[in-house]
C-alpha cells in the first residue's frame, strides 16, 4: 500500500533524468500516485516522454507556460483523457527563466524586458497554471500544489540577480494563493532546495565554485539530490501535511539557518 495510491498527480518541468521535477515524480510514483508530465516541446520526445514511459504514464502534454492558451489546452486535455470525475490531487511546478545575460553581471543592469521574462515565467506561471486547473474543475479539497523556489529569493546570492527578484514574487505568491484556496481545502507550498547540478544550472557564472561550498557550510555537511526533494515533496503532496499551507519548506542540509561560518570549517 502506497500513501498515494490512487492519486493523480501532474508535474510541470522535467527537462531530462537531473530535473528536480523528475525527482519528485519519482517520488509520488513510488507512493502510488500515476504521474502526468507536461514540458516545453522541444523537450518532449527526446528527454521526457522515455522518462514518463518508464514510470508507466500515458499523459505527456507540451506547454509553454508564458501562454494562457497552452496551460488551459493540457487541462482540457487532461479532463479528456481522465473523465469529467477525476480530479488532480498533486500539481507540481517546477520551472523557471531568465535570460542568461541577466543571470552574470551585475543586477542593476538587469532591462525592463529581461525583468519581464523571469517574472512571467518563474512566478506568474503559478498563478496561472493554478488558476486554469481550478477553473477546469480539477482541484478539490486535499488537493496539493508545489512549487520550487531558492535562498537568492531572501538573500543576496551572487549572479542569482532577477530570479532572486522572481522567486520573492513565487514565495509570496505562494501566500496569496494559499490564502485564496485555502477555503477550498487546496493546499499550496514551496520547497526551498539546495543547489543542484540540473540544466538549469549549467554553465551559470560561479555555480560550480557554489556547489562545492555548500557542502563545506550546509550543517549536514552534503550537497542534497533530486531524490532529497522528492522525499519532501512527497510529505507536502501528501496529508502528513494536511494542516500545511503557504510555507516555504527548506531541502538544503541546513544551509539557510546559518548566519557566520566558523574560520575552521
Ligand atoms: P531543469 O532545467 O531540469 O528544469 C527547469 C525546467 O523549466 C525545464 O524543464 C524547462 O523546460 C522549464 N521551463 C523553462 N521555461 C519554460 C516555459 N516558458 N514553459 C514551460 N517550462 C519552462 O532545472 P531544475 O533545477 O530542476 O529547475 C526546476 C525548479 O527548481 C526551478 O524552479 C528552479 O528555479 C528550482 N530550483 C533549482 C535549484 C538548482 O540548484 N538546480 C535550486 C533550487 C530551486
Ligand atoms: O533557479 C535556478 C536557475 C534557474 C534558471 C537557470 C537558467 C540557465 C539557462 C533560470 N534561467 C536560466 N536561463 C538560462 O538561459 N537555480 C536555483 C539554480 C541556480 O542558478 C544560479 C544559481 C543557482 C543555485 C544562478 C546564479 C547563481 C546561483
Redesign the pocket.
Known sequence: MGMLDGQRALV?????D????WGIAQALHEAGASVGFS??ES?LERGVRPLAESIGSTFIEP????SDEQIRAVFTKWRAAHGPDEKLDILVH????ARREDLEGSFVDTSRQGFAVALD??AY?LVAVVREARAAGLLQPGSSIL????YGAEKVVSNYNV?GVA?AALEASVRYLAADLGPEGIRVNAI??????????AGIAGFKKMYGSFADLAPLRQNISIEDVGRTALYLASDLSRAVTGETIYVDGGFHIMGVPSADA
Do not use: E, W
Open positions: 510541470f518541468g522535467v527537462a531530462n537531473h530535473s528536480i521535477a514540458s516545453v523537450l506547454c509553454d507556460v508564458q517546477a520551472l523557471a527563466f515565467v518563474s506561471s512549487t520550487l523556489t531558492y530570479m522567486k526551498s532546495a539546495g543547489p543542484v547540478r540540473t540544466l538549469a544550472a
